[in-house]
């Protein structure tokens, strides 16, 4: 379904990843800054430039993509966007539209995009946070997915921007798409090229669900603090997945109708 190693690359003749050098625990080998750019086409559709500091990942973009005519932001988490709000890609690409997360012209669920003769759908996705989009290029199959869905692994949803819900309706949508073949390929916001999206997102979709009863499981046992009920599900975790699976329990006692505020405070 996926790669093991990924360094960017090609998820289609027109979809290009360039990787952001800033790898962790939560980026997996970093951000993937995706270019489209159609075969011929003189000009191009940067998603997320990536976070602020890598001068050198800047101008690698730039370099494969040519005229930028628009950069979006899948979302406002620093990793897609710093270099975009820290004014360091205005550096290199001077008087091109930016829009998403929070920029420029806010993006319509359905909106169509034109780049080289071909069109990125814009599709609302929440769930990772409240501003979360991915675009579907229909001719080619692709989904750009920002952290809606990664290459590897489930995303976090932090409570409170981060909504379970609202993720569970992403991937329907997503799911939808998949099973009508209109979704062949996703390319993730981290990670590598995904060549079996329905697999892949129902998987998704079975493990939030397969939480969300230990979570229940938990509660019936009368473990109610989120750090808790993370020792309890997760073990031991280093610090910075103990930060993510603990958003992610608010995320799911809220799902569930728990008072999360009260159990943060309490605990």
Known sequence: MTTTSWQGGRASDSVFALLAPNGGPMTLEGTNTWVVRPPGAAEAIVLDPGPAGHPEHLAAVVEHAGAVALTLLSHHHRDHSEAVTS????????????????QGAALRDGELL???????????????TADSISLLLAHEGVLLSGDTVLGRGSSVVPWPDGDLGAYFDSLDRLIDLAEEGRIRRIAPGHGPVITEPLVVLRQLRSHRLSRLEEVRGALGQG????????????????RLLTWAATATVRAQLAYLGEDVAAEDHDG
Do not use: K, M, N
């Open 87 to 102: 004014g360091e890609w205005a550096q290199v690409i001077a008087d091109a539209p930016v829009r998403g997360g929070g």
């Open 114 to 128: 034109a780049v080289g003769g071909l069109e990125l759908e814009v599709l609302h996705t929440p769930g990772h």
């Open 223 to 238: 473990i109610r603090a989120p750090e808790a009920l993370v020792a309890h599900i997760y073990g031991e975790l280093p």
